[in-house]
């Protein structure tokens, strides 16, 4: 049987801070969900970069088309990708914004302010 001692008001509150608690978990996911884009996204622009690196240092008399194409190809594919990472690091500032908007609502109605669970991931630093 269960205990009388606990009212609906200690079972509101628990499940109050059980809620809490999983919205600070799928806060945090989306964070790390960000950061492993930013980290893949990282990693392509500078393997795609050191490979544009190889064919710049060839003296153009001795590029050929096929090397010309391809400097071309590379300039595109990274010039997307830091667009791509442009639109998460916007994403990021936006989630981040709405998150302490949500915060100030929370604290001005007597809650407890999430701010501290809502700063920006420490790696996305920006572009």
Not at 49 to 59: G, N, R, W
Not at 62 to 86: A, C, Y
């Amino acid at each position: 049987m269960a205990d009388s001692t606990i009212t609906a008001d200690d079972i509101e509150g628990e499940l109050f801070k059980i809620d809490r608690i999983r919205d600070v978990l799928v806060r945090r996911e989306s964070e790390l969900r960000y950061m492993m884009d930013d980290i893949q996204l990282c990693k392509e622009i500078t393997r795609l970069k050191k490979e544009l690196q190889k064919l710049v240092s060839i003296p153009d008399n001795d590029k050929s088309s096929e090397d010309r194409q391809k400097e071309e190809e590379l300039l595109q594919q990274i010039h997307k990708l830091v667009e791509t990472r442009d639109f998460l690091v916007d994403d990021v500032e936006f989630e981040r914004l709405r998150c302490a908007s949500a915060s100030l609502v929370s604290s001005q109605l007597g809650g407890t302010p999430v701010t501290a669970r809502c700063e920006k991931p420490e790696g996305l630093l920006g572009r």
